[in-house]
């Protein structure tokens, strides 16, 4: 089996940092990656680490660490719009298996 | 155009019902998944398909089959439906299998009355 764990719900202002974490554990690892899912909407890619460090791409960075199992996922800047959920995701030789995903709500 | 497209966008249906759901992609991907996600926001895998072979079939009822005409093409037929198949379903697409960043259709909500 493979479990993903994150944060259920996080809070953040708007303008500030925000750091969702990951946790994993699993087999046959070829990535990790993280999903953005507004409600009512389909999951859209944000980022994907292969190897061990950071991964920068504009407001979104992303890190991991292959031998503790662990990813975060960093938001700059927080605007309003960035209100949804996140989902880690492992992508194992067959499939990709995601985390129940972090509901992150931006407040004024 | 859309890259992965699944139709119905909604659909309300009653207990005992076979019903299908639709999903095309135009990316020339390799593989084709579906995905389960329930009131809790969990997705979960139900079945990968590459090049048209059956990768994955999760421990889900036989009452759901999966059913590719081409490797463009991932149709989910369900049977018998019961009140727990109300979710949302993703139809997504990988350029292979297990690799790179999948890209999802807009859901089917299927709601069993």
């Known amino acids: 089996g493979q479990n993903i764990d994150q944060p259920t719900e996080m809070t953040a202002t708007e303008g500030a940092i925000v750091q969702i974490n990951c946790t994993y554990q699993?087999?046959?690892?070829?990535?990790l990656f993280w999903y953005q899912q507004h409600a009512g909407e389909a999951p859209t890619f944000l980022s994907y680490?292969?190897?061990?460090g950071l991964e920068e791409k504009g407001r979104f960075s992303s890190f991991l660490s292959r031998s503790k199992g662990y990813s975060y996922l960093l938001l700059k800047e927080l605007q309003m719009k960035d209100s949804a959920s996140y989902l880690c995701?492992?992508?194992?030789?067959?499939?990709?298996?995601f985390g129940a995903g972090t509901r992150l709500t931006v407040k004024p | 155009d859309t890259a992965v497209s699944q139709t119905p966008k909604y659909l309300v249906t009653q207990m005992g019902n076979d019903k299908s759901i639709k999903c095309e992609q135009n990316?020339?991907?390799?593989?084709m998944y579906w995905y389960k996600q329930d009131s809790k926001k969990f997705l979960k895998i139900m079945f990968s398909?590459?090049?048209?072979?059956?990768?994955i079939n999760e421990t889900v009822p036989n009452r759901f089959s999966p059913k590719s005409p081409d490797k463009a093409h991932l149709n989910l037929h369900i049977n018998s439906l019961e009140l727990g198949d109300s979710a949302v379903y993703f139809c997504?697409?990988?350029?292979?299998?297990?690799?790179?960043?999948?890209?999802f259709g807009s859901g089917t909500r299927l709601t069993v009355v």
């Open positions: 699993t087999s046959g690892f070829n990535g």
């Open positions: 997504a697409s990988s350029p292979n299998l297990g690799q790179f960043g999948y890209t």
């Open positions: 990316l020339g991907h390799d593989t």
């Open positions: 398909y590459n090049n048209k072979e059956l990768i």
């Open positions: 995701a492992v992508s194992e030789t067959n499939d990709m298996r």
């Open positions: 680490n292969v190897l061990d």
